[in-house]
């Protein structure tokens, strides 16, 4: 009769080692991380409730981010050393996550019973508070490779038109030993940069609604600006005409008006 107990912890510990061991950092949601991935920076999801099952009570945790690039030889992924704890390859010793993975960040584990309230980011005041809690943002940090004091995991940008693969390595911070990770992500390309020269123009790449609209609003404003033109020829005549009656009216009554002068009889002595 004791053993229904302990197989349901030891089921809930296997599922939860699974969750970890099968989950795969993903991009976060567009709705929340708009223009994302950019030239130099790609938005995460953190990893909610992924760890927390497998962390003991009254130990220190913390989540490092492991990043590369996606062309990356297999046997250079490596995020341990042969004591199983986690290595702190950099950016600049990587060549960028070219020859293997460095780590970019490292940050406290999420609290799976305080989930970020997505609605919320509909409150610009709230906005920037729900996209910490909920984001990561990698590439953010365009300083800390010139930081000559800097101790901490370095977030340099990405490169452009570069996929990048990522890992969350769960790190016991009093022995630095691992204790959980995810399996790598699915390549995150980021963006590339378009010459303006290489922009297509050419109105047989717009779609045919677009050409129709444009057209009608072409019709339409040459119709508006012949009629202003027109109104004003007419104004222009129907004034020149007045002036020309006035003139006329004027010149006849003052001919009219003029008095002849009056001959003057002498008387006859």
């Given at each position: 009769?004791?053993?229904?107990?302990?197989?349901?912890?030891?089921?809930?510990?296997?599922?939860?080692?699974?969750?970890?061991?099968?989950?795969?950092?993903?991009?976060?949601?567009?709705?929340?991380?708009?223009?994302?991935?950019?030239?130099?920076?790609?938005?995460?999801?953190?990893?909610?409730?992924?760890?927390?099952?497998?962390?003991?009570?009254?130990?220190?945790?913390?989540?490092?981010?492991?990043?590369?690039?996606?062309?990356?030889?297999?046997?250079?992924?490596?995020?341990?050393?042969?004591?199983?704890?986690?290595?702190?390859?950099?950016?600049?010793?990587?060549?960028?996550?070219?020859?293997?993975?460095?780590?970019?960040?490292?940050?406290?584990?999420?609290?799976?019973?305080?989930?970020?309230?997505?609605?919320?980011?509909?409150?610009?005041?709230k906005?920037?508070?729900?996209?910490?809690?909920?984001?990561i943002?990698?590439?953010?940090?365009?300083?800390?490779?010139?930081?000559?004091?800097?101790?901490e995991?370095?977030?340099?940008?990405?490169?452009e038109?570069?996929?990048?693969?990522?890992?969350?390595?769960?790190?016991?911070?009093?022995?630095?030993?691992?204790?959980?990770?995810?399996l790598?992500?699915?390549?995150?390309?980021?963006?590339?940069?378009?010459?303006?020269?290489?922009?297509?123009?050419?109105?047989?790449?717009?779609?045919?609604?677009?050409?129709?609209?444009?057209?009608?609003?072409?019709?339409?404003?040459?119709?508006?600006?012949?009629?202003?033109?027109?109104?004003?020829?007419?104004?222009?005549?129907?004034?020149?005409?007045?002036?020309?009656?006035?003139?006329?009216?004027?010149?006849?009554?003052?001919?009219?008006?003029?008095?002849?002068?009056?001959?003057?009889?002498?008387?006859?002595?």
């Open positions: 009769m004791m053993e229904g107990p302990w197989i349901v912890l030891s089921f809930c510990c296997f599922y939860q080692l699974c969750v970890a061991q099968t989950y795969r950092p993903k991009i976060a949601n567009p709705k929340f991380a708009t223009n994302n991935p950019t030239l130099t920076t790609i938005a995460l999801e953190k990893p909610f409730c992924v760890f927390d099952d497998l962390m003991s009570k009254g130990a220190s945790y913390e989540i490092y981010l492991y990043v590369t690039v996606d062309s990356a030889r297999p046997s250079r992924l490596y995020i341990t050393d042969n004591s199983s704890k986690a290595l702190n390859a950099t950016f600049q010793e990587t060549n960028g996550g070219q020859n293997g993975s460095y780590k970019a960040i490292a940050i406290s584990v999420p609290n799976c019973a305080s989930l970020p309230i997505l609605s919320d980011a509909t409150d610009a005041s906005v920037p508070a729900v996209l910490a809690q909920y984001l943002r990698v590439g953010d940090d365009t300083y800390c490779l010139y930081d000559p004091n800097r101790l995991a370095c977030n340099p940008p990405l490169s038109d570069t996929a990048y693969r990522f890992k969350y390595v769960l790190v016991d911070q009093a022995t630095g030993v691992v204790k959980d990770q995810t790598w992500s699915h390549p995150i390309k980021t963006r590339k940069l378009m010459h303006p020269s290489t922009i297509d123009t050419w109105p047989g790449r717009r779609s045919g609604g677009m050409i129709v609209i444009t057209s009608i609003l072409s019709v339409l404003m040459f119709i508006v600006v012949a009629g202003f033109l027109v109104a004003v020829i007419l104004a222009a005549v129907m004034i020149s005409d007045e002036t020309a009656t006035e003139t006329r009216y004027v010149s006849q009554t003052t001919h009219q008006s003029i008095p002849r002068p009056q001959e003057t009889i002498e008387p006859e002595t």
